[in-house]
């Protein structure tokens, strides 16, 4: 089978590409590893940044995002030394998020790429791509039934996570590949918003976090011990300490409601260099994971769909090249924006991890305390924030 660009992964950056190249008129196929029901109620990412809202509107993807999604600016910071706000709506360049559910947007680009007649194999898992050197790469993958099939193309988009089958095909890539030593338990629970905010607190026993996703569904985070497992406390003991690193004796209880949803996520990131490999490109979590601190996976995701589509296109449609070259570097001064703020972020929430040889320095709390006083005082910190915050 063939197709002019195969695209491998249905995420945010896949179903982003498969839309615009063909809103374009190109012939594209999107084959994905995962079932249908699968990849549409996947809950992962909620908080789309400006740019993201930007280019799906201006590809008519975005009808679901402004019906149900939310705008929010607002995030609040609880630390032993007390609490503040930061509207970041309104510092900086003034852009909002859209809390909309990862699994919502995937739904929605998925039924535009159908309706717009496009093709899509689920089910269908990427073993390896070839000859991304030619001018004709082809992929081998296994299909729904188990039977091994071949697919050529003029280009492949690897959009298929960081344990893809693009990633496992590079032979001469770097990977730039950074742990922040912290581990975090992500919890989706059956409850109501506690606060009408982001909650980012910090607390000697360690991180917790707040985030909206549905007025029905919250997101939160406990930082965790690496090694125990994510069923290790019970519901009610996560609650009670939920609570007790929230402050909430001090600024109210948090609304309880069942665990839906466990999972144990390492602060840890990498970035691929270069992005391109002949005919092979890479986008979204197969071009770069950064660590969840910041939301910054799916906008990343959807930006860099967004200039392959363009380059795809130039060169599929007027033989110009110029596009697919710049690809790479392009996208890689985002993501190192993007991986630079993750990492101020984390090391602004946590105290260096257990095994760093700073662990547990008075200085390092010292100059911790020091940072967050400057986000609470300073307007230029707080623009600069904000500008970073909701900025891909
Ligand atoms: P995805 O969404 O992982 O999609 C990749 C798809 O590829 C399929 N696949 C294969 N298909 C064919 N052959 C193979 N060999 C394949 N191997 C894999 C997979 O089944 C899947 O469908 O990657 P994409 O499109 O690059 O999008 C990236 C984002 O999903 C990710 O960065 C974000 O979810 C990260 N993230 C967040 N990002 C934000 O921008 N804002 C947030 O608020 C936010 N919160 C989060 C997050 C990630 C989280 N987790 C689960 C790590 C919260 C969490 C808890």
Redesign the pocket.
Known sequence: ASADVVV????????VLGNLLLAAGIDCVV????SSS??RT????????PN?VRILDGHGLADGLHQNGRPHGTCEFRTPEGRFRLDYGSLGRGGRHHVYP?QHL?TDLLRHYLARGGRIHFR????AVHDTDGTRPCLT?RDADGRTVRWTARYVAG???????ARRSLTAATVHHHDHGVTWL?LLAQAPPSLDAVGYAIHDRGFAGH?ARTPEVT?YYLQWQRGVAADAWSGGRIWDELDLRMHAPEYGPLSRGTLLER?L?DLACDVVEPLRHGSLFL?????S??A?AA???????VLEAEILAEALVDALTRGDDRGLDAYSDRCLAHIWRAQEFTGWMTRLLHAPPEDAPDAGSPFQAALRRSRIASLRTSRIHQDWFAENYVGV
């Open positions: 491998l992964g249905a995420g945010p950056a896949g179903l084959l994905e590893r995962a699968r990849v996947r809950a992962r990412a909620g908080f789309l940044a993201t990862q995937v269908t898992e990427a073993l993958a959009c298929d996570g960081r344990h893809g089958a992500g985030m997101r999972g996520f986008a979204g979590d197969a071009a994971v950064p969840p939301a910054k996976g799916a906008n990343l995701a």
